[in-house]
């Protein structure tokens, strides 16, 4: 995987100034699971940049430099396959001979990373005399944490010991709480000196010479034991065999738009290269937030993830909701901003994010995934796909999560949720939109916590009418009433204490002292998608998404352009979130504002066009009349999870496809744009079977698969 630009991605749990500058332009990543690999584009790690073999956020090799004859490799070209991330073959050769125009030798370099590293490295010789070579590789590890490696302040590692084998290097640091280590051992009887693999060898006429590299980690005490062992087929390991069944199972979509069938087969690309295991539960991958940096579990990204790929494959929403719900807080901590009940923000295990967590490496500052959470499950059992095993052990958790909304999200009792940080170890800002200056008023004023968010009292209504509808299915009538009033209540003090007449939208938030955080922003179009607006206020919601201030031309800005705040190129401030948009245009759709969710749905699939059909995690804000192509944002993750799953959920949106199998029924109201058509979209999952769904050229829909006992609904409920 190549980038061609800085990368981040959001939801650091550090507070401070915003998203930091990462990877150079040109850089190699490859990945799996939460272990990946940066280099230069032609395959050497260099220590003095964000380089780099990363696993468990420990930075295992931080030089690994290949030499022929004491002079780099020419770098020509690079094979990789999209659906293999973890592996690529770097292309080069020796440089010329001093008596040759032209080198004759090829040197290959295929890479291939997993819980270490695998490397070949083969010299083929491609002239009419043998070639006397000297092959050096050099390597060093600092067990430097991943955060210092990204922000540019990895200090030397004090006390590294190095042990020279027969043919390894084995470089151990020993730290207070735990010893890591790396092991790196090369086939083909190398010297192998501090630091250093030398081979001296002729490569006959017209043959190869070739080694192998097997790189061991060994970190907070657990053996990372390399899956693509030297000598074994690639094909036949496990990385690579749940990649290919992970294709295999995907959707197929054909449609005559380019754009959206390539935005959603990338899309789904990503997705599999982004899922990573709980080394317990290795047959339960969730979804990391993205590449490379946040190869890790996020809440409020996963569960929106898992979200927004129902369609795709609800197991991952499933496995989301088991990894947070035994990662759910059961204690007080004011250091990881640990409650009962309280779904987690991210998991690291980084020696300096350990420390930075208090001591633990889960951290908790996080206002909406408890609702998102609650939401997710009630979703995940209207598509027929929670087990009836998990279900008691889930809707437990989903209690405990409200509970926490009760006694720790609403502190104050007023009725809302609010968030601010136990410590200023903490995220100073704890919904998406976390960067310190994520919030601000119309005058560009940042927002006095505690603050309460209007999406994350969105996301509370829709956690209230999830557990009720979960209460329904269990036949827990009392239970069911319960919380479809607390809904009600909600809905109507939401709508009296957010809603600003004189702007005739929905204000940010309520800051500290009660008062409107008075900016119009893209927050409110989360409040259309879990249907807590009144119907008379919808209409001018839809107004303001679709109009000049945050319509961009290519999405919904995060803040309107009038607005003292607005930075086209800022990261919260008028920014474009596909993520953000989609979620926008879930909205519209739900309250009838077809041909504004249309526009804005085709504006950010032909976006996707800019940048190789992989949306990234945010671009600039720029109106589409000044630049007709959408400006990249220097520091965007790309793939990155949410913005890999938008497409499918913007196709799922502008289908109308709600199924709710407890009550027997499936609604399917398409409303694709025409551009579209005609649509077909097989192998789609629902409950323990596959359907598929075709739109014609006039709209007329058709479906097959579904089960017997399903009632079609063809208008909207």
Same mark, same amino acid.
């Given at each position: 995987m190549f980038i061609d630009g800085e990368e981040s991605a959001a939801g650091a749990w550090a507070s401070g100034a915003g998203p930091p500058v990462t990877t150079e332009a040109g850089a190699a990543i490859l990945l799996e699971g939460a272990n990946f690999c940066i280099s230069a584009v032609a395959g050497d790690v260099h220590r003095d940049r964000p380089h780099g073999l990363f696993v468990a956020d420990t930075r295992i090799l931080s030089c690994w430099r290949l030499s022929v004859d004491g002079h780099p490799v020419e770098y020509l070209s690079t094979a990789e396959d999209p659906g293999e991330p973890f592996r690529a073959t770097f292309i080069g050769r020796s440089p010329p001979r001093d008596s040759l125009a032209d080198s004759t030798m090829l040197v290959l370099r295929t890479r291939v990373v997993e819980d270490g590293m695998r490397e070949d490295l083969v010299l083929r010789n491609l002239g009419s005399e043998s070639v006397g070579v000297i092959v050096t590789v050099t390597a060093d590890a600092d067990f430097a944490d991943l955060f210092a490696?990204?922000?540019?302040?990895?200090?030397?590692?004090?006390?590294? +010991?190095?042990?020279? +084998?027969?043919?390894?290097?084995?470089?151990?640091?020993?730290?207070?709480?735990? #010893?890591?280590?790396?092991?790196?051992?090369?086939?083909?009887?190398?010297?192998?000196?501090?630091?250093?693999?030398t081979f001296r060898t002729v490569v006959p006429a017209r043959a190869q010479w070739s080694t192998c590299f097997a790189v061991e980690a060994f970190v907070g005490g657990r053996r990372f034991q390399p899956r693509h062992t030297c000598g074994e087929p690639i094909e036949a390991s496990a990385p690579a065999r749940r990649l290919h069944a992970w294709r295999v199972s995907n959707p197929r979509i054909t449609t005559p738009d380019d754009a959206l069938a390539r935005s959603i087969e990338t899309g789904a690309r990503d997705l599999g290269a982004l899922q990573i295991e709980d080394p317990r539960h290795p047959d339960c991958p969730v979804v990391a937030a993205g590449a490379p940096w946040f190869m890790a579990l996020f809440g409020r990204d996963s569960l929106l993830t898992g979200w927004m790929t129902l369609t795709l494959d609800p197991r991952l929403a499933l496995c989301t909701l088991r990894t947070l719900a035994r990662l759910q807080g059961v204690r007080v901590d004011p250091l990881t901003e640990e409650e009962p009940g309280r779904i987690l923000h991210e998991v690291r295990f980084g020696r300096e994010v350990a420390l930075a967590l208090g001591g633990g490496n889960t951290y908790y500052g996080t206002a909406d995934a408890t609702p998102l959470f609650v939401m997710l499950l009630g979703e995940l059992d209207r598509w027929g796909a929670l087990p009836d095993d998990d279900r008691a052990t889930l809707v437990a958790a989903a209690d405990r999560a409200l509970e926490w909304i009760a006694n720790y999200g609403d502190a104050d009792g007023d009725g809302f949720v609010e968030y601010r940080r136990h410590t200023d170890r903490g995220l100073f800002n704890q919904g998406w939109k976390d960067s310190f200056d994520g919030i601000t008023h119309e005058d560009g004023r940042v927002a006095v916590p505690p603050i309460a968010l209007c999406e994350v009292q969105a996301y509370v209504y829709g956690a209230y009418r999830a557990r009720a509808k979960l209460a329904d299915v269990d036949g827990d009538a009392a239970t069911a009433q319960h919380w479809r009033s607390k809904a009600v209540v909600l809905k109507?003090?939401?709508?009296? /204490?957010?809603?600003?007449?004189?702007?005739?939208?929905?204000?940010?938030?309520?800051?500290?002292?009660?008062?409107? @955080?008075?900016?119009?922003?893209?927050?409110? $179009?989360?409040?259309?998608?879990?249907? *807590?607006?009144?119907?008379?206020? +919808?209409?001018?919601? /839809?107004?303001?998404?679709?109009?000049?201030?945050?319509?961009? $031309?290519?999405?919904?800005?995060?803040?309107?352009?009038?607005?003292?705040?607005?930075?086209?190129?800022?990261?919260?401030?008028?920014?474009?979130?596909?993520? !953000?948009? /989609?979620?926008?245009?879930?909205?519209?759709?739900?309250?009838?504002?077809?041909?504004? +969710?249309?526009? *804005?749905?085709?504006?950010?699939?032909?976006?996707?066009?800019?940048?190789?059909?992989?949306?990234?995690?945010?671009?600039? $804000?720029?109106?589409?009349?000044?630049?007709?192509?959408? @400006?990249?944002?220097?520091?965007?993750?790309?793939?990155? /999870?949410?913005?890999?799953?938008?497409?499918?959920?913007?196709?799922?949106?502008?289908?109308?496809?709600?199924?709710?199998?407890?009550?027997?029924?499936?609604?399917?109201?398409?409303?694709?744009?025409?551009?579209?058509?005609?649509?077909? @979209? =097989?192998?789609?999952?629902?409950?323990?079977?596959?359907? =598929? *769904?075709?739109? !014609?050229?006039?709209?007329?829909?058709?479906?097959? $698969?579904?089960?017997?006992?399903?009632?079609?609904? #063809?208008?909207?409920?």
């Open positions: 490696v990204k922000e540019g302040r990895v200090l030397p590692p004090h006390g590294l +010991a190095v042990d020279i +084998a027969a043919a390894s290097l084995t470089f151990t640091l020993a730290g207070a709480e735990d #010893t890591r280590s790396v092991v790196i051992t090369a086939t083909g009887d190398p010297i192998v000196t501090a630091g250093r693999f109507a003090a939401f709508n009296r /204490a957010f809603w600003m007449p004189d702007r005739q939208a929905f204000a940010m938030a309520l800051d500290g002292a009660k008062r409107q @955080v008075d900016a119009v922003a893209s927050n409110m $179009g989360h409040c259309l998608w879990t249907g *807590i607006v009144d119907t008379g206020k +919808a209409a001018p919601v /839809a107004a303001h998404l679709s109009g000049p201030m945050l319509f961009s $031309g290519f999405g919904v800005r995060t803040l309107a352009t009038d607005m003292t705040a607005y930075n086209p190129m800022s990261y919260h401030n008028g920014s474009v979130w596909p993520h !953000d948009t /989609a979620i926008a245009v879930a909205g519209l759709v739900r309250y009838g504002f077809i041909p504004e +969710a249309q526009q *804005i749905s085709t504006a950010l699939v032909e976006a996707s066009q800019h940048f190789g059909g992989r949306l990234p995690e945010l671009f600039c $804000g720029f109106d589409r009349a000044e630049f007709r192509s959408p @400006v990249p944002y220097p520091t965007s993750c790309s793939p990155q /999870a949410w913005a890999a799953a938008t497409p499918r959920f913007i196709l799922r949106s502008l289908l109308r496809l709600n199924p709710d199998i407890p009550q027997g029924q499936v609604q399917l109201s398409p409303v694709v744009p025409d551009r579209w058509l005609p649509l077909r @979209v =097989e192998n789609l999952p629902l409950s323990t079977n596959r359907f =598929e *769904i075709s739109v !014609d050229d006039d709209g007329d829909v058709a479906v097959t $698969g579904l089960p017997a006992q399903l009632r079609l609904v #063809t208008k909207e409920l």
